[in-house]
């Protein structure tokens, strides 16, 4: 996103919540529109792709507390107009370029009416990632790039945490050239930007705004000699393998974030973040409701009918017994508090039992005679019947 579209744009009227709409309103606001105009919801509708992509937008900004703080002051100060100049002397223009407040270039004198010796990039140098006082010709620091990766956990891994090996491969400092781009290590500073990295614009109004600089890439820097592995970049291919540890509780499809653990920066920059996907295998006995894990339990007709104890077992400890009240119905659910998943506060959710009545297939002997003794004491019963007068009602 240039700076122009970053001070113009508005992305409070693209999300249609207020100045001072909570985080809360702005991801709501941003979920219902993100449905509305998906891709995939409007397959070969450009227009809704073009919506989707300011809406997208839109969030990248509003979303981040501190996108949206340097947002904000950005346009306060240029977005209604903030630093406009006025008629000269002679009554014409003259150009307000921002390079110049922000680069270090406003400088104060002995008879200067601000006295920023240094210019004020120190306290607004975050609005447009520029440097402070006498960055001029000082190339700026580059933050690494994200790494999306993906990890397949077993069940009990994923319910109770796991600390795995992820081998990632991304752009890092290019080791033969030292990261310069120049073979010889001695790249030269770029003409066009003058090692900033940036150049000028007009954008109407009176003053500039700076875009990345084309002949450089924004690097500041030119390989006289580009270096064969990476072709004068500064950054090639790097792979390596590192502990990740992901945290208890997570669910399938999770996306985890872990800052600083992307591809490293360069000239001093910080590294990009890391995000990885998890995948959770099934488990043959036990289920998984957000916090709380699930299991079926067989149990006897005569458990069901005149009630009992029945043992149930847990994922990686003891089995607890539950008591089973007479008449238990078929598919009824009971709940063993703390023996459910980790919850982000380190407490856990429970264990949620469903009892399903085991209905023999081989009934012989005793046991067939017990039935059929039950199904003549019980022959004047018929559990159906409110079903046929509910029927009739209707």
């Given at each position: 996103?240039s700076?122009?579209?970053?001070?113009?744009?508005?992305?409070?009227?693209?999300?249609?919540?207020?100045?001072?709409?909570?985080?809360?309103?702005?991801?709501?606001?941003?979920r219902?529109?993100?449905?509305?105009?998906?891709?995939?919801?409007?397959?070969?509708?450009?227009?809704?792709?073009e919506?989707?992509?300011e809406?997208?937008?839109?969030?990248?900004?509003?979303?981040?507390?501190?996108?949206?703080?340097e947002?904000?002051?950005?346009?306060?100060?240029?977005g209604?107009?903030?630093?406009?100049?006025g008629?000269g002397?002679?009554?014409?223009?003259?150009?307000?370029?921002?390079?110049?407040?922000?680069?270090?270039g406003?400088?104060?004198?002995?008879?200067?009416?601000?006295?920023?010796?240094?210019?004020?990039?120190?306290?607004?140098?975050?609005?447009?990632?520029?440097?402070?006082?006498?960055?001029?010709?000082?190339?700026?620091?580059?933050?690494?790039?994200?790494?999306?990766?993906?990890?397949?956990?077993?069940?009990?891994?994923?319910?109770?945490?796991?600390?795995?090996?992820?081998?990632?491969?991304?752009?890092?400092?290019?080791?033969?050239?030292?990261g310069?781009?120049?073979?010889?290590?001695?790249?030269?500073?770029?003409?066009?930007?003058?090692?900033?990295?940036?150049?000028?614009?007009?954008?109407?109004g009176?003053?500039?705004?700076?875009?990345?600089?084309?002949?450089c890439?924004?690097?500041?820097?030119?390989?006289?000699?580009?270096?064969?592995?990476?072709?004068g970049?500064?950054?090639?291919?790097?792979?390596?393998?590192?502990?990740?540890?992901i945290?208890?509780?997570?669910?399938?499809?999770?996306?985890?974030?872990?800052?600083?653990?992307?591809?490293?920066?360069?000239?001093g920059?910080p590294?990009?973040?890391?995000?990885?996907?998890?995948?959770?295998?099934?488990?043959p006995?036990?289920?998984?409701?957000?916090?709380n894990?699930?299991?079926?339990?067989?149990?006897?007709?005569?458990?069901?009918a005149?009630?009992?104890?029945?043992?149930?077992?847990?994922?990686?400890?003891?089995?607890?017994?539950?008591?089973l009240?007479?008449?238990?119905p078929?598919?009824?659910?009971m709940?063993?508090?703390?023996?459910?998943?980790?919850?982000?506060?380190?407490?856990?959710?429970?264990?949620l039992?469903?009892?399903?009545v085991?209905v023999?297939?081989?009934v012989?002997?005793?046991?067939?005679?017990a039935?059929?003794?039950?199904?003549?004491?019980?022959?004047?019963e018929?559990?159906?019947?409110?079903?046929?007068?509910?029927?009739?009602g209707?």
């Amino acid at each position: 996103m240039s700076t122009k579209d970053f001070i113009e744009k508005d992305f409070y009227k693209v999300l249609g919540v207020p100045k001072d709409a909570t985080e809360a309103e702005i991801k709501k606001a941003y979920r219902k529109l993100a449905r509305e105009f998906h891709p995939d919801a409007n397959k070969g509708n450009v227009k809704a792709e073009e919506r989707f992509k300011e809406i997208s937008e839109a969030n990248d900004v509003l979303g981040d507390p501190k996108k949206r703080k340097e947002y904000d002051e950005a346009r306060a100060l240029f977005g209604n107009g903030g630093f406009r100049p006025g008629p000269g002397a002679g009554g014409g223009n003259f150009n307000f370029d921002l390079g110049d407040l922000f680069g270090g270039g406003a400088q104060g004198g002995a008879g200067g009416a601000g006295g920023f010796g240094g210019g004020i990039g120190d306290v607004f140098g975050g609005l447009f990632n520029r440097g402070g006082a006498g960055t001029g010709t000082r190339t700026q620091p580059r933050r690494g790039q994200d790494i999306d990766t993906e990890v397949t956990l077993s069940f009990t891994e994923a319910v109770d945490g796991a600390t795995v090996p992820l081998r990632m491969t991304s752009q890092a400092p290019c080791k033969a050239c030292s990261g310069t781009g120049d073979a010889n290590g001695t790249p030269r500073v770029c003409p066009t930007c003058v090692g900033t990295g940036q150049v000028a614009r007009g954008s109407g109004g009176g003053f500039s705004l700076t875009d990345p600089c084309p002949d450089c890439k924004g690097r500041g820097l030119i390989a006289e000699n580009p270096c064969e592995i990476c072709h004068g970049s500064g950054r090639a291919k790097s792979s390596r393998t590192m502990q990740v540890r992901i945290p208890a509780g997570v669910s399938d499809s999770q996306r985890i974030r872990l800052r600083g653990k992307g591809a490293p920066g360069e000239r001093g920059g910080p590294a990009g973040d890391l995000y990885v996907t998890v995948h959770v295998d099934a488990h043959p006995v036990f289920g998984r409701k957000g916090d709380n894990l699930t299991v079926t339990v067989p149990v006897t007709f005569a458990e069901a009918a005149l009630g009992g104890e029945v043992r149930v077992p847990t994922l990686g400890g003891p089995p607890v017994t539950l008591k089973l009240p007479p008449g238990t119905p078929n598919g009824r659910t009971m709940r063993a508090r703390g023996k459910g998943a980790v919850r982000k506060d380190g407490t856990r959710g429970d264990l949620l039992v469903t009892v399903e009545v085991a209905v023999p297939t081989d009934v012989s002997g005793k046991a067939r005679d017990a039935l059929e003794a039950y199904r003549e004491a019980t022959a004047g019963e018929d559990p159906r019947a409110e079903l046929f007068q509910a029927a009739k009602g209707a």
